[in-house]
């Protein structure tokens, strides 16, 4: 009998595993597999529990049968031998199968035909569940059944009279059935089956019909109670005794929570089982399974698909050798699989190559399957991560070049920046509304702006500059943004914030041409005013120039007449001389004789007529009056001549000359006004000059004078010549020069600007405001020199040139500021 | 001895006929010539012997300057005096190869007689054919 139990386990345990037991270990986990090994053993109990109460029952048969047999036998035979020995084998047939009884780990009872308890187990008597003694069930002299409660048994007819406790031998079944607490649904079941067997002869053989029969007849209910306030799974079997005395049933109570439970834990872990198979195998990464050793137990599809490895072929492989590329030869690699073999997780990038070729990256992550706190298995995931990778690296390459580019950018931009900050030219941007978007350093100059920040979003009302730039930017670039065509170039004269005047060529351009016109305008304005005033000087020059060329052209064509004319005033001046004493003569002489009235005394009445007295007066006088005007002209031509005489460069000039023939040629500017009187020192001697452009301060100078004279003697009081006293004299470095008028003088306030550009007191029309700003130009600019003015209101003006005689070799300077009014020391 | 030959060019006839009268009262000192272009002068030159050449610079057709350096090349025992307008710097460098005395007009009366009784004085003076010759290399000289 033990041989065939044995032989059962072993049937069982070969059965028993669903899975192969290396992969559902490691994807149950620990707990899983300690579960798992619990439930086999659990399950493997019952099994042999089962077993071994089949294996009790065919006892009791073979024991039933063999007593009845024996029973006949003795009747046949009639020996007392016989009898003898079956009764001892009997009784040993009986100890064996009372020990086989209380062996059992359930709850066993014998039932008979009228319902009564005929026979139990300890454990059915002592409780194998804890409610059959807490409900006041439990055997009233456990002693009692100690003895020999079987032999009680089978004497049988005495129990009835017993009235013994529910639950107790020679009690009734079903009165205990039904005051079982708290298992009374499951027992009344149970008693249902029992009542059924009992009432049948012999055990049904359509067992299919009824549920829990088995094919020996056994039937069983299963159902859930409470215990002691806990929950247990009870199992009832009633099993059917045929032609056995009195008894009709077995009726054994197993406790199967436990089983029940671990079957319980047993379904739930293989359907997780079940479903993480499903993912391992579904996933699109490769899982490995290895043990910590890298030693590979399973792999999946996708592995086999990235790698070219199948199943068969990877197992029991380490995993490095499935590795291609190089990679698995570095040192990173060589780490990874170090803490893997520790047992602890890894993750980790590597380039890999298939065995094929393939290259690729993989991103590998490795976590321990751990039992009992030790690794058992590695789990390695591991995802093809190309992709990414090539899209990382792309993005990378992207940012650099992006960054290369805002580097690129960040420099242009610097370097315009710097350009637009640095061109003297004003450069301004606005929007299609007028408002700045930037600007440069010049234009912030000019409009008087502080910052750039001042300026930007700012329109041309609320920066409220109310400049004369404001409403001529406004005109300009409301035309561009109208046509989107620019307009270049356009000359304005314009006062700056400082009240100088400027001259301006400004350009307003659209900045980008959309579908609805200008975006809006860039303006960029060149500040010509000293451009202009150069340009202006050279025309002057020019013109003076042309005027020299003419002047010496007619100087040319007088001076042939005149030499003609002065010789023949001359000739009659000789000739007349010589008629006027000759007629004296004769006049004489015709008083000296008695003329009577013949042809001397014609003669002498002629002679009288002539007046001679009085013409041989005026005649000559007349004559030498004409001579001296000729001699007027003459000097007036040459001092054209002279001042025509354009110079070239800074050569020695004779000063005083110059003085003397500028004061000639404007002669008519002054002759009216006042009188001129040089007092030019002789021993002055020569200079370094630019010879024409002197003369040409010299004359403004004294135009000057002339004009303020003039508008003195406007005055109703101011009636006589002026004086204009020009003067030289040499200085140990400097040839000086003086022109001095006693006209009205100026005030402090015009004296300051006197040099100024375009400025002028005079009425409109009788100035341009360039005079002195010119003679500032030349002397300070041109010549390195110094002009000083001292005046004040009512006592004229004295301007005093200081010209160097030891100059520094260039000859002029490309730049100065007109408005000074000192010049530097030489 | 014979009185000097003196020729005057200049295209203004006017200023030939008041040089005329003017000079009219030293008539027993110099026999006077004129002429109105280069050209006449030239022809006048190559007719009889002149003294002192005086022309004006200024003139159409050939100029005074190219005169004065004709008349040096193939007169050279003539004297050359310029009277002119043209008190230009470009006359006086055109004119200081060849001439001898540079006169501007307007010219007073008594300095152009001084100047031709210069001339005519020199003339006496170096009245020697070979040292005139020689004296004409020596393109200008003052003669006061």
Redesign the interface.
């Known amino acids: 009998m033990s041989d065939m139990a044995n032989g059962d386990q072993v049937a069982h345990r070969e059965t028993h595993p669903a899975h192969p037991a290396g992969t559902r270990s490691a994807l149950e986990g620990a707990s899983h597999t300690s579960q798992a090994s619990s439930i086999e053993e659990l399950q493997l109990e019952v099994q042999q529990l089962r077993t071994r109460l089949a294996a009790q029952q065919h006892v009791i048969d073979a024991l039933v049968e063999s007593a009845e047999r024996g029973a006949e036998s003795v009747a046949r035979l009639g020996t007392q031998h016989i009898v003898e020995q079956r009764t001892a084998h009997l009784n040993y047939a009986k100890r064996v199968l009372r020990s086989v009884i209380e062996a059992l780990d359930g709850a066993l009872c014998i039932v008979g035909a009228d319902g009564t308890v005929l026979d139990a187990n300890g454990r059915w008597l002592h409780g194998l569940l804890p409610d059959t003694r807490s409900c006041g069930h439990a055997p009233d002299n456990p002693t009692h059944h100690a003895g020999d409660p079987a032999a009680d048994r089978f004497r049988g007819g005495d129990t009835a009279t017993q009235a013994p406790a529910p639950g107790t031998i020679g009690s009734n079944f079903f009165a205990w059935c039904r005051t079982a607490h708290g298992m009374q649904d499951l027992l009344a079941e149970a008693a249902t089956v029992v009542r059924d067997i009992i009432s049948t002869d012999r055990p049904t053989t359509d067992d299919e019909a009824t549920p829990g029969t088995s094919i020996s007849g056994e039937r069983s209910v299963k159902g859930r109670v409470t215990l002691d306030g806990a929950e247990r799974w009870i199992v009832v079997r009633v099993h059917p005794i045929r032609d056995h005395d009195d008894a009709r049933a077995v009726v054994s109570l197993i406790d199967i929570t436990d089983p029940m439970r671990i079957q319980e834990q047993l379904r739930q872990a293989t359907e997780e089982a079940q479903r993480l198979a499903l993912v391992a195998r579904a996933t699109d990464s490769a899982v490995v399974i290895t043990l910590p050793g890298g030693s590979i137990e399973w792999v999946n599809d996708p592995f086999t698909r990235r790698t070219g490895y199948s199943l068969a072929e990877a197992i029991g492989r380490p995993r490095r050798d499935l590795v291609h590329g190089g990679c698995q030869d570095s040192a990173e690699f060589a780490a990874f699989l170090a803490r893997i073999a520790r047992g602890e997780g890894a993750d980790g990038e590597f380039p890999m190559t298939s065995r094929h070729g393939d290259r690729y990256w993989a991103n590998i992550q490795v976590r321990p399957v751990l039992d009992g706190g030790k690794a058992t298995h590695m789990v390695w995931v591991e995802q093809d991560v190309t992709a990414r990778r090539q899209t990382q690296h792309r993005l990378r390459e992207e940012m650099t070049r992006a960054e290369r580019l805002a580097t690129a950018l960040s420099q242009e931009k610097t370097l315009l920046t710097g350009v637009i900050t640095a061109i003297p030219q004003l450069v301004f941007w606005k929007d299609r509304h007028g408002r700045y978007l930037g600007c440069n350093a010049a234009y912030l100059a000019f409009r008087g702006v502080h910052s750039e920040t001042d300026m930007l979003g700012q329109d041309e009302a609320s920066l409220g500059l109310d400049d004369a730039m404001t409403q001529a930017l406004h005109d300009l670039e409301a035309q561009v943004i109208a046509s989107g065509q620019p307009l270049v170039n356009r000359k304005m004269d314009l006062t700056d914030n400082h009240g100088q005047l400027r001259a301006l060529l400004l350009s307003v351009l659209p900045l980008a041409q959309g579908a609805d016109g200008a975006r809006g305008v860039i303006g960029v304005g060149a500040d010509i005013t000293h451009a202009r005033e150069l340009e202006r000087q050279l025309a002057q020059a020019n013109r003076l120039e042309s005027i020299g060329q003419l002047a010496a052209g007619i100087a040319h064509e007088i001076n042939t007449p005149i030499q003609y004319i002065s010789d023949n005033t001359r000739f009659v001046a000789e000739a007349t001389s010589t008629l006027l004493g000759a007629a004296q003569h004769v006049a004489a002489l015709a008083d000296s004789c008695d003329a009577g009235n013949g042809p001397m005394a014609q003669a002498k009445a002629i002679m009288d007529a002539l007046e001679l007295d009085f013409l041989g007066q005026e005649i000559p006088n007349a004559l030498t009056e004409s001579r001296d005007g000729l001699t007027r002209v003459t000097e007036i031509v040459r001092a054209m001549k002279d001042y025509a005489h354009p110079g070239s460069g800074r050569n020695d000039t004779d000063v005083n000359r110059a003085i003397e023939s500028t004061v000639q040629v404007c002669r008519n500017e002054w002759k009216y006004i006042a009188q001129v009187h040089l007092d030019l020192a002789p021993n002055a001697g020569l200079a370094p000059c630019f010879e024409g452009e002197l003369k040409q301060v010299i004359l403004n100078m004294i135009v000057n004078a002339a004009h303020a004279i003039d508008e003195d003697r406007a005055r109703p009081d101011h009636t006589d010549l002026g004086n204009i006293t020009i003067s030289t004299r040499r200085e140990a470095e400097h040839f000086v020069i003086t022109i001095a008028d006693d006209g009205p003088g100026m005030d402090e306030k015009v004296r300051h600007r006197v040099f100024d550009p375009f400025f002028t007191t005079k009425q409109v029309g009788k100035g341009t405001g360039q005079g002195l700003s010119l003679a500032h130009a030349v002397i300070v600019t041109k010549h390195h020199g110094r002009i000083d003015l001292d005046t004040a209101p009512g006592h004229g003006a004295t301007f005093t040139l200081h010209l160097p005689l030891n100059p520094p070799e260039t000859g002029t300077t490309p730049t100065s500021d007109p408005t000074a009014t000192e010049s530097d020391p030489p | 001895m014979t009185r000097p030959q003196i020729l005057f060019v200049d295209d203004?006839p006017?200023?030939l006929?008041?040089?005329r009268?003017?000079l009219?009262?030293r008539r027993e000192d110099w026999d006077l010539h004129w002429a109105t272009s280069s050209t006449e002068a030239l022809n006048h030159l190559h007719g009889q012997h002149v003294d002192i050449l005086v022309t004006d610079m200024?003139m159409p057709g050939t100029d005074g300057a190219a005169l004065l350096e004709q008349a040096r090349l193939r007169y050279p025992g003539t004297a050359r005096l310029v009277?002119s307008?043209?008190?230009?710097h470009d006359s006086i460098i055109a004119a200081a190869g060849p001439t001898q005395q540079f006169l501007?007009?307007?010219?007073d009366?008594i300095a152009l007689e001084n100047a031709l009784d210069s001339a005519v004085a020199t003339i006496r003076l170096l009245d020697d054919a070979q040292l005139r010759s020689l004296l004409v290399d020596f393109r200008s000289f003052a003669t006061g």
């Open positions: 203004e006017s200023v006929s008041a040089l009268r003017m009219w009262k200024r009277l307008g043209h008190a230009d501007s007009k307007p010219c009366p």
